[in-house]
């Protein structure tokens, strides 16, 4: 048996593309990173270290075929056509995807059921994956980042939305059809603002990036007086965002300082809930806005615990996420590898 | 090896007791309902049917060992060394259960750190598993209620207090601590009414029964002139109870149908959380204020659907429990017969 598996073919690699050399038996796994912008693609070998990397832009006008053939286009001419030795895989696709692998609703794509999955499949003839771009995040950061070693984990991620996945007793859970994880669509305020999925009073709709910078707006038409700096951010080119909400609170303008309070209120309450309701023993947080907030995260760590039953907080983890960017891409690439074929 | 089976002795049955003849294969197994007011014992068949059962007051200002002490006896008592032919013992207790069956904390037995599997295995010399009342209802009604053929399912009990349980594909879910489930703590309204756990604006603070009657005298109270039935409740003994104030908004008091519509409200957004988080196929709704606001499900479903993500939502469904207040005492029996030895 062990003989017979030192035989079987693996495939060469390009040394044209850049891809180090790596070990026979290392089965490296194409990880890809739908976003709304930009497409990430990388080699990742099996203990998630991204080999070779690249990506595309988007241009999310075109239709969803067009796009998927230049992602095979740019693999092909990257890896050629033994995809570097990769035997899988793995995609994070920003949106909603069903259990088979389709994007059942992709909003900042506008795609809305596109059978990745099989689209994939055909044109590079290797198992695929497909899962939701913050359940690969999560995956990425169980297997290889900050919350490695757990058993139960949220992963939650906070860009311009707001993501999600989880670690169920040592596995990624999907949800029944795909979408479990979706934390930005807790209720955090009873009839609050409207939120993009069409309901109210969301977490995203509170401390997703969009939704910081349009409570920085109302704000600062509310009180100019009390946010001098945000008032000059609004003005100037490129207007408030929440980068520069964040900025800003940072160099003490009491305006600022109160929006980004009240982001870290509603996160502290949407962490409680997915706390006691779920009860990981790892909470991984992650994404550009909580990357901008890491200083304050320790506060938020123990308003979180604070707010918890004591039963469900003891022995908890709150850590930042270590993988950065690279975590849905690396994750994608690892879950494919680890998926039971289909 | 199946004649060995075969001739394994099984117990006898003491007629006396009510228990009516089973097969040898049927496996039963003692259900344990550990409630703060009353305790269920009963003996459960491999259908989840109760063959007898009975019933004590739990007189929680005893010491827990002697609350166990009686169980025992009781136990004996009425099905005899051989435990009516029960292999296992199930307990769900109203209470906080850690992964080793110790009762971390049961604010309505007052118990703390309570080795109850311990304690009933030493006496009753059966492998026992203890969970969360509300996991062992989740679990009954997921066996052999309403949930019956579901991969993933909440379970929401709404009585004195909000319970809940989770199932995770194909298995129950009890957390790193095991205390998956504690929907009851769902932050549903920021800085909102102090819930018995010491947070505030959690789920059970608003439609815990407690909560109902607490909502309702102080609705009575701000505008005494817009309930009169409400007020002629609060007046009588026994006072104000969310039976009465259900009751009352059945009879057309519109004081009591505001306090109910707000109660079906805040279900919404936690359920719709829960849907857009853990993404179940199926909720089942039981207890006794579920119950009570029976006719109300079906637009409280509509509701949920209407605030959850389509993609979550589809195929979802969201029935009432079916097993009613034997849920918990059925659950627990099964649980401990298909849980993994340890």
Redesign the interface.
């Known amino acids: 048996m062990r003989a017979g598996r030192e035989r079987s073919p693996v495939g060469s690699v390009r040394r044209s593309s850049g891809v180090r050399p790596f070990q026979r038996r290392a089965l490296p796994s194409i990880g890809i990173d739908f976003g709304g912008t930009k497409i990430a693609l990388g080699i990742v070998d099996r203990h998630g270290r991204v080999l070779d990397s690249t990506r595309l832009p988007t241009q999310a006008e075109r239709p969803a075929t067009a796009v998927v053939d230049e992602v095979v286009a740019s693999v092909r001419d990257r890896w050629g056509e033994q995809l570097g030795g990769a035997k899988t895989v793995g995609v994070g696709v920003a949106g ?1 995807v ?1 259990r088979d692998g389709s994007v ?2 992709g909003p900042h794509l506008d795609w809305h059921d596109v059978p990745l999955r099989s689209l994939l499949g055909r044109s590079l003839r290797r198992p695929v994956a497909v899962i939701n771009d913050a359940q690969a995040a999560t995956f990425g950061e169980w297997r290889f980042g900050a919350g490695r070693g757990a ?2 984990l949220l992963g939650l991620f906070v860009g311009t939305g707001v993501g ?1 996945g ?1 670690v ?2 040592g ?1 990624l ?11 930005g ?6 009839s609050g603002r409207r939120c993009h ?1 069409g ?1 109210t ?1 969301c977490l995203d709709a509170y401390v997703g990036g969009w939704a910081i910078a349009e409570r920085a707006k109302t704000a600062v038409r509310r009180a100019p007086g009390r946010g001098p700096l945000l008032v000059t951010l609004a003005g100037a080119p490129g207007g408030l965002t929440a980068e520069s909400v964040v900025r800003a609170s940072r160099r003490g303008d009491p305006l600022a300082k109160e929006v980004v309070r009240e982001t870290l ?2 996160l502290a ?2 962490l ?3 706390v ?6 790892t909470v991984v947080l992650g994404g550009g806005v909580v990357e901008g907030l890491r200083p304050l995260l320790p506060s938020l760590g123990r308003e979180v615990r604070a ?6 907080a ?3 983890r709150i850590v930042p996420a270590s993988l950065g960017s690279a975590s849905a891409l690396v994750g994608a690439a690892a879950f494919a590898r680890e998926a039971p074929r289909r």
Chains 1, 2 share one sequence.
Do not use: I, W
Not at 178 to 183: F, S, T
Not at 276 to 281: G, I
Not at 307 to 312: D, H, I, K, T, V
């Open positions: 909603q069903g059942l609703f058993e139960n999600g989880l169920v007793d596995r859970y999907p949800g029944a059809t795909g979408c479990a994880g979706e934390v669509h807790l209720t955090v305020k009873r999925c309901n009073g209120s509603y309450d949407a409680a809930s997915m006691n309701s779920l009860n990981p023993e707010r918890s039953l004591p039963a469900a003891s022995g908890l």
